[in-house]
């Protein structure tokens, strides 16, 4: 085999591996459903779900380094820092082999996340096809947060101040990240108030879409 042909067939090669997986960044204030919603959408699409949040309460839980680091910002509703927070998602993602894509949930929040996100999806010949973010009002994330304390036993739920701030982080830091996504055209906002399978139904319109 020649060079250029060698070539044409690698190009080809890491252009179909784009193609065919499926990478979702699922978005939306704390309490827009992004948990929950994964849930269905892995299984309907078959994706590896990355909750940057469960993973982060999985190290908590286990008294793990990283687990002790994210803790104190986590109790307060701020975010854990950049660093530690790519680098854990990374790991994440080389976990698995042959995926047909991923669900990013609560990740990327900040806009460094997101370049790092990109970048390191190409150096693995893949990108993200879509960002569906889920649109819910302020007081009904707060409602929908105090509520899901009683069930949860999420310290950073029960507390009203804690979910207030964590609701300010996000409009502060992470909002800005869908101008990301909205400037390379694949930024795509979804009513997050209905039943759980009227916001299924929307998301999969959507995400069908973007897939095709
Ligand atoms: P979540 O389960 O998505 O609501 O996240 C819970 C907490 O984990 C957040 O309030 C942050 O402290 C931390 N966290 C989760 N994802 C990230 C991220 N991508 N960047 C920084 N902190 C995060």
Redesign the pocket.
């Given at each position: 085999m020649n060079v250029c042909t060698l070539v044409i067939r690698v190009i080809f090669a890491a252009k179909q591996t784009i193609l065919r997986m499926l990478n979702v960044v699922l978005f939306g204030p704390?309490?827009a459903g992004?948990?929950t919603q994964s849930e269905v959408l892995l299984q309907r699409y078959g994706l590896v779900h990355l909750?940057?949040?469960?993973?982060?309460?999985y190290n908590i839980k286990n008294a793990t380094e990283l687990g002790q680091q994210?803790k104190a910002?986590?109790d307060?509703?701020?975010?854990?820092?950049?660093s530690?927070?790519i680098s854990m998602?990374e790991s994440e993602v080389v976990k698995h082999p042959d995926p047909k894509g991923f669900i990013f949930?609560?990740?990327?929040?900040?806009s460094a996340?997101a370049e790092a996100l990109d970048k390191f999806l190409a150096s693995r010949n893949a990108s993200i096809t879509c960002m569906l973010a889920l649109e819910v009002d302020e007081e009904e994330l707060i409602k929908r947060l105090l509520n899901r304390a009683t069930t949860s036993g999420?310290a950073?739920d029960a507390d009203e101040s804690i979910v207030r701030n964590?609701i300010t982080?996000y409009n502060r830091e992470?909002a800005p990240v869908a101008g990301y996504y909205q400037s390379c055209g694949k930024y795509c906002g979804v009513k997050g108030v209905g039943t759980v399978e009227e916001i299924t139904a929307r998301l999969c319109a959507e995400l069908d879409a973007f897939a095709h």
């Amino acid at each position: 085999m020649n060079v250029c042909t060698l070539v044409i067939r690698v190009i080809f090669a890491a252009k179909q591996t784009i193609l065919r997986m499926l990478n979702v960044v699922l978005f939306g204030p704390p309490g827009a459903g992004k948990g929950t919603q994964s849930e269905v959408l892995l299984q309907r699409y078959g994706l590896v779900h990355l909750s940057t949040g469960d993973i982060f309460r999985y190290n908590i839980k286990n008294a793990t380094e990283l687990g002790q680091q994210a803790k104190a910002f986590m109790d307060k509703g701020e975010l854990v820092p950049d660093s530690l927070t790519i680098s854990m998602l990374e790991s994440e993602v080389v976990k698995h082999p042959d995926p047909k894509g991923f669900i990013f949930d609560g990740f990327p929040r900040t806009s460094a996340q997101a370049e790092a996100l990109d970048k390191f999806l190409a150096s693995r010949n893949a990108s993200i096809t879509c960002m569906l973010a889920l649109e819910v009002d302020e007081e009904e994330l707060i409602k929908r947060l105090l509520n899901r304390a009683t069930t949860s036993g999420r310290a950073d739920d029960a507390d009203e101040s804690i979910v207030r701030n964590r609701i300010t982080v996000y409009n502060r830091e992470t909002a800005p990240v869908a101008g990301y996504y909205q400037s390379c055209g694949k930024y795509c906002g979804v009513k997050g108030v209905g039943t759980v399978e009227e916001i299924t139904a929307r998301l999969c319109a959507e995400l069908d879409a973007f897939a095709h």
